[in-house]
C-alpha cells in the first residue's frame, strides 16, 4: 500500500493528462448516478495535500480545497516540526 501511495504521488507530477483507472474501472460503482468531484472525503483531501507538501517540498503546490484551508493554515507548523524531529530515544 505505500509503494502504491508512493507510486500514485510521483504519477500524478509526470502526468498531465486525467484518465480513468484501473482502480477506478474497476471500483466504479453500479449504479447511474454521477459522483461529483467536490464530494470526496475532506480527511483524505487534507492528509494527501499535507503529505505531498511533506514529500515534494521542490513542488509549487496549489491552494488547498476552501474546505481544508483553515486546518492546513493551522497544522502545518504542527507537519515541518514533526518532520524534522530526531530519532526517539
Do not use: W
Not at 9 to 33: C, H, M, Q, W, Y
Amino acid at each position: 500500500m505505500e509503494f502504491f501511495l508512493r507510486f500514485e504521488r510521483l504519477a500524478v507530477l509526470f502526468s498531465n493528462t486525467p484518465i480513468e483507472g484501473t482502480v477506478d474501472r474497476t471500483f466504479k460503482p453500479k449504479t447511474t448516478a454521477v459522483i461529483e468531484e467536490s464530494e470526496t472525503i475532506p480527511l483524505i483531501e487534507y492528509l494527501s495535500y499535507m503529505v505531498s507538501f511533506l514529500l515534494y517540498p521542490m513542488v509549487i503546490l496549489r491552494d488547498p480545497h476552501e474546505s481544508i484551508a483553515d486546518y492546513v493554515e493551522q497544522t502545518k507548523r504542527l507537519f515541518l516540526d514533526g518532520s524534522v524531529c530526531g530519532i526517539p530515544a
